[in-house]
Nanobody, 115 residues
Framework: QVQLVESGGGLVQPGGSQRLSCKAS????????MRWYRQAPGKQRELVAT???????NYAGSVKGRFTISRDNARNMVYLQMSSLKPEDTAVYYC?????????WGQGTQVTVSE
């Protein structure tokens, strides 16, 4: 079993920055990729950013240039640095780990961008 725990959510003003963290623990071997998803109220969950086991990254068009995903392999951590935040970035953000044949999810952390 794999457990994922996100942290770093909260209330932030438009234009501000926030960093999300996700700690993976448990039976972790051969991670293919780690990802951040988000789900806004009334909308489907969407993929925000991916980082593979070799460090390749990919971003949703709506966050490209504003968000940066990174990982610390030694600590099984993945981060999402968010800047120039907009109200439409408001969502529950979920960490996901892809172990080639299985995927696991965290419980999510709320990010609210508002005055």
């Amino acid at each position: 079993q794999v457990q994922l725990v996100e942290s770093g959510g909260g209330l932030v003003q438009p234009g501000g920055s926030q960093r999300l963290s996700c700690k993976a623990s448990g039976s972790i071997q051969n991670i293919y990729a780690m990802r951040w998803y988000r789900q806004a109220p009334g909308k489907q969950r969407e993929l925000v950013a991916t980082i593979t086991h070799v460090g390749n990254t990919n971003y949703a068009g709506s966050v490209k240039g504003r968000f940066t995903i990174s990982r610390d392999n030694a600590r099984n951590m993945v981060y999402l640095q968010m800047s120039s935040l907009k109200p439409e970035d408001t969502a529950v953000y979920y960490c996901n780990v892809d172990l080639w044949d299985k995927q696991y999810w965290g419980q999510g952390t709320q990010v609210t961008v508002s005055e």
